[in-house]
T-cell receptor
Framework: GESVGLHLPTLSVQEGDNSIINCAYS??????FIWYKQESGKGPQFIID?????DKRQGQRVTVLLNKTVKHLSLQIAATQPGDSAVYFCAEFTGNQFYFGTGTSLTVIP | EADIYQTPRYLVIGTGKKITLECSQT?????MYWYQQDPGMELHLIHYSYGVNSTEKGDLSSESTVSRIRTEHFPLTLESARPSHTSQYLCASTGTVEQYFGPGTRLTVT
């Protein structure tokens, strides 16, 4: 199977600071990569995706960076808010399947 | 807000019982997926479907079956529930890139 892993299982940040969540992947042939946010008791929610032919993509308060040389993906959240506290998953889409990594739990300290 | 629904949200059932977890979506998506997720862990693919009358097995498919008679409906059946099936089950559908998840069914087998 595919290997998609996150470097840190937990991350705590002060409210207003920027957060960076990292992810490593193994399949260089993946079509695109996705970040999800999962709050307690809910299903994952799509945040942002990036195609394999891109290096950077920005959304509302979020930026995803893709480094294909080292097979690394990161999610940057600007001005982190308490509502950002959740588990964040990266996933890669290869063929017709999504492969998910173990989540990183982000805690925002007020 | 994603238009994908799962019932029941919570289920406690005894060992050996047959159960069906329901999933429906109103977005007209062809691709649908079932995942199993333990708390704080990655999602494991159980089954997926590319459209009506199409079903494929994922990594954890051996003890369950699915059917896709209608585009909007993708039920998952456990023929004989066991305590090892205790987990959260997430249904998802995909249009183009974004994968929408339902709220999940939390299953406990006693």
């Amino acid at each position: 199977g595919e290997s998609v892993g996150l470097h840190l299982p937990t991350l705590s940040v002060q409210e207003g600071d920027n957060s960076i969540i990292n992810c490593a992947y193994s399949n260089s042939a993946s079509d695109y990569f996705i970040w999800y946010k999962q709050e307690s008791g809910k299903g994952p929610q799509f945040i942002i995706d990036i195609r394999s032919n891109m290096d950077k993509r920005q959304g509302q308060r979020v930026t995803v960076l893709l480094n294909k040389t080292v097979k690394h993906l990161s999610l940057q959240i600007a001005a982190t808010q308490p509502g950002d506290s959740a588990v964040y998953f990266c996933a890669e889409f290869t063929g017709n399947q999504f492969y998910f990594g173990t989540g990183t739990s982000l805690t925002v300290i007020p | 807000e994603a238009d994908i629904y799962q019932t029941p949200r919570y289920l406690v059932i005894g060992t050996g019982k047959k159960i069906t977890l329901e999933c429906s979506q109103t977005m007209g998506h062809d691709k649908m997926y079932w995942y199993q997720q333990d708390p704080g862990m990655e999602l494991h693919l159980i089954h997926y479907s590319y459209g009506v009358n199409s079903t494929e097995k994922g990594d954890l498919s051996s003890e369950s079956t699915v059917s896709r008679i209608r585009t909007e409906h993708f039920p998952l059946t456990l023929e004989s529930a066991r305590p090892s099936h205790t987990s959260q089950y997430l249904c998802a559908s995909t249009g183009t890139v974004e994968q929408y998840f339902g709220p999940g069914t939390r299953l406990t087998v006693t």
